[in-house]
């Protein structure tokens, strides 16, 4: 394997602000459904999230298809007693039945062939009630830029058609808002838009790294754990599952699996 370490955000590599401050968002939202619960996070990479849950859950468990990602938690978690690690593949989840409260996706749910098996499988390892989280890249910003190796982004509306689909009733969110830009952020706009348009975006973090110098200037490396205090918490906002929205960089997906009807 090794193919996904390249485009991965992993311990080390630089970030700008709006970065650390969306890495710790998406962890900080999960951990109101994770207190004293049994957490999978199913294509973890680095792990930076996983410390952070397991000060407050039960048992938090991660996975990713790539043990190149995964010797970063490896190391950083080795001897950490509520913390387990996995190779696996999300759309064959290698779990029981009703396993787990809650199941995580952050960031690669485009990277699946089949989502909806991921789904199907998340649903059989949860518990009753259990709660799936998945976050992604809003593909209706106008700055959206995929990733490679990635097979298929999700709309507001699709992704809540997917969990729908499944099993779960949903309830959508959103973060990281699209603001007022100033003069600079145009001209890197229209820079960025032009350089998607004619691929010419990196498709390294490496890569990437050297374009948010030269735009966003001094980075900061990504931290071996998300802690509080690492960045202000800003919530993601509650947003209609039917409506289009490109006001956002990233959405949320909230699904709790659905009383089955006798």
């Given amino acids: 394997m090794g193919e ?14 709006e970065q650390i401050e969306r890495l710790f968002q998406r962890y900080r939202f999960a951990l109101d459904y994770c207190r004293d619960k049994e957490i999978l996070e199913v294509a973890c990479g680095g ?10 859950a039960k048992r938090v468990v991660g996975g990713d298809i ?14 950490r007693g509520n913390i387990e690690l996995k190779t696996l593949d999300a759309q064959q989840l290698p779990f029981n ?11 690669a749910i485009y ?15 949860l518990r009753d009630k259990g709660v799936i989280i998945i976050c992604t ?25 997917l969990l729908e689909k499944g099993g779960f009733a949903v309830k959508m969110f959103a973060g990281s808002p699209v603001t007022a830009e100033t003069a600079k952020d145009k001209v890197i706009s229209i820079i960025k ?23 966003f200037g001094k980075l900061k490396p990504i931290p071996s754990e998300v802690s509080d205090g690492m960045s202000d918490y800003v919530p993601p906002l509650s947003i209609p599952s039917k409506v289009p929205n490109g006001g956002y960089k990233v959405i949320y997906a909230v699904g709790q699996i659905r009383k089955l009807c006798n």
């Fill in 66 to 79: 790539d043990e190149s990602n995964l010797k970063f938690a490896r190391e950083h978690y080795n001897g």
């Fill in 111 to 125: 990277y699946l062939p089949q989502p909806m098996k991921f789904v199907e499988e998340a649903h059989r390892v």
């Fill in 4 to 17: 996904y370490l390249t485009v991965t955000e992993n311990p080390g590599c630089g970030a700008h602000s």
């Fill in 193 to 215: 838009q032009s350089a998607v348009k004619l691929h010419l975006i990196p498709k390294t973090m490496k890569g990437k790294e050297i374009l948010k110098r030269l735009f």
């Fill in 137 to 161: 890249a809003n593909k209706e910003w106008s700055g959206f830029n995929p990733s490679p190796h990635s097979c298929k982004y999700f709309s507001t509306q699709e992704l809540a058609f």
């Fill in 47 to 56: 792990g930076m999230g996983l410390g952070y849950l397991a000060k407050f």
């Fill in 97 to 107: 039945d009703s396993n787990f409260d809650v199941v995580i996706m952050y960031e």
